[in-house]
């Protein structure tokens, strides 16, 4: 979704730029042929993978866990998921979000805000969608999203890799909230 680019099938980025705001989602998945073939290749490595990502997803979690000024959702013990990817709420105003995405990101950890004023990547909302009739308002929904991160954790990543990512979080976040301050 809004990685369009990557396809390496997909027409040029002018189209998608085009239709980006007015489509509900192009992601370019696959049809029904090459998705029955896949489907045996994938159930013998599925249950390992999601295994594995949720594994990561903890480790991520017990890493992140405590920093001041971010919070993680509630997941109930009973829940089944996949975590493939992890979310996390900032206590920051969004421009000390967008200053601690940009730390972030200058030591390669790569987030998605759900805030951000633009769509990018997987993160849009529906103030981005034109191809919807009319103003849409849900201001709880906004608050939550405002200061909503997410981080894809692939399977590459080890025990060690995700303590290192929590560090380049922390120290980003210990800057963007000692800036903020510093601006009050």
């Not at 030591?107 to 633009?118: I, P, Q, S, Y």
Request: charged share 15%; aromatic share 10%; hydrophobic share 50%.
């Amino acid at each position: 979704y809004m990685f369009y680019a990557a396809q390496g099938a997909a027409p040029p980025a002018e189209v998608f730029e085009r239709w980006r705001y007015l489509t509900p989602n192009f992601s370019l998945r696959m049809g029904n042929l090459p998705a029955a073939l896949a489907l045996p290749q994938l159930g013998a490595v599925l249950a390992d993978r999601c295994r594995r990502w949720n594994e990561r997803h903890a480790w991520m979690a017990q890493a992140l866990a405590g920093l001041p000024g971010l919070r993680l959702p509630h997941r109930p013990a009973q829940e089944q998921f996949v975590a493939s990817s992890i979310q996390f709420t900032l206590d920051l105003a969004p421009p000390a979000i967008a200053a601690f995405l940009d730390r972030c990101m200058a030591r390669g950890v790569h987030l998605k805000w759900f805030g951000a004023a633009d769509a990018r990547g997987f993160t849009s909302v529906w103030r981005h969608w034109q191809y919807l009739p009319g103003p849409q308002s849900a201001p709880v929904a906004d608050r939550v999203l405002a200061r909503l991160c997410d981080m894809r954790l692939p399977l590459n990543l080890s025990r060690d890799d995700c303590l290192g990512i929590a560090g380049v979080i922390g120290t980003a976040l210990r800057a963007s909230t000692d800036a903020a301050q510093a601006v009050s």
